[in-house]
């Protein structure tokens, strides 16, 4: 089995799309033309939701938050469906051409010698019904969600506590322990350091980088 040619991206709420926003939706779109796109949004996600997960579908429900939503249901999408997943504010200027393997998650933090210690929750892909993910999906709702609040620390990037890339890096040393079939990218080829500068962006282009997350950051402050 390899990677699936879709792309999911995922817009929940009434609020309109930004533009920045759209633009690096477009940009995935434009560097992989012969992949499949879906936009869920909250209804696509409710049918989903109830019709394939239906054990989940209360508990999903219940969330305080839409970020902790879209956190979770990304990883639901990758055991249902598998593709590729970006955030909404990843902007991509290579095609994504990594389909041999099983599962692909970017580092997004090393230590001095290069290992991993967090991994990045902005892009990711799949094969369908890998079991990293029912490991994941599993263990999502075994605490209570409810009073978790979310962590202000920026370095954490955009970790609302129990969802994101501590959690999938946890969740990935968990799985590790008993399976390796799992490719960890080196952080510069997906997750380099965010900078808002072109001629950061244009260096970056030539080299073995495939794009730089954006980090709008809408959950800060409750915003998402």
């Not at 970017?106 to 210690?117: L, W």
């Not at 490991?135 to 969802?163: A, C, M, P, Q, W």
Request: aromatic share 16%; proline share 5%.
């Amino acid at each position: 089995m390899v990677i699936p040619k879709i792309i999911h991206n995922i817009w929940m709420g009434k609020n309109p799309i930004p533009e920045r926003n759209l633009y690096c939706a477009n940009s995935i779109k434009e560097m992989n033309t012969d992949f499949k796109y879906i936009l869920w949004k909250d209804d696509k996600i409710d049918k989903l939701m109830k019709e394939d997960f239906p054990e989940y579908y209360k508990k999903f429900n219940e969330l305080p938050r839409t970020i902790m939503k879209i956190d979770m249901f990304k990883y639901f999408l990758m055991y249902k469906y598998g593709g590729l997943y970006t955030d909404m504010d990843y902007y991509m200027f290579k095609p994504f051409d990594l389909l041999e393997y099983k599962v692909v998650i970017p580092s997004n933090r090393e230590d001095k010698n290069g290992n991993p210690i967090c991994l990045g929750t902005c892009i990711f892909a799949s094969e369908p019904n890998h079991p990293y993910w029912k490991l994941v999906i599993d263990s999502l709702f075994t605490i209570d969600r409810s009073i978790i609040e979310y962590t202000k620390d920026e370095n954490i990037d955009g970790n609302i506590l129990g969802t994101g890339p501590k959690f999938i890096f946890d969740m990935w040393k968990k799985y590790h322990k008993i399976n390796d079939d799992i490719y960890i990218c080196k952080r510069n080829l997906f997750h380099p350091e965010t900078k808002l500068d072109k001629i950061y962006v244009e260096q970056l282009k030539k080299t073995e980088c495939y794009g730089i997350h954006i980090c709008t950051g809408l959950w800060r402050n409750n915003k998402l």
